[in-house]
């Protein structure tokens, strides 16, 4: 008999929650709709519960960081 515990069952919730608004992220990559924004905010969720989420995420934020201080012309603190 399948046992579901509640910190299964989270897991599981946020992995399809998460999953789902990524696809929609990467689906308004060519379809009209803020995929920098949704993206992101799909892995946030993962991250809440999955480690290699919240690695992807540091690496995106440390991305988005050296993008923006390149076009301010400083550099970027890691």
């Not at 992995?15 to 009209?32: C, H, Q």
């Not at 991250?47 to 076009?71: M, P, Y």
């Amino acid at each position: 008999m399948l046992r579901l515990t509640y910190i299964t069952l989270r897991r599981l919730l946020v992995l399809v929650l998460g999953v789902s608004v990524m696809i929609v992220g990467i689906a308004m990559i060519v379809l009209p709709g803020p995929a920098f924004i949704v993206i992101p905010a799909g892995l946030a969720l993962l991250a809440t519960e999955f480690a290699w989420a919240r690695h992807v995420l540091r690496k995106l934020k440390i991305q988005a960081l050296r993008a923006r201080n390149g076009l301010r012309g400083t550099r970027a603190q890691g």
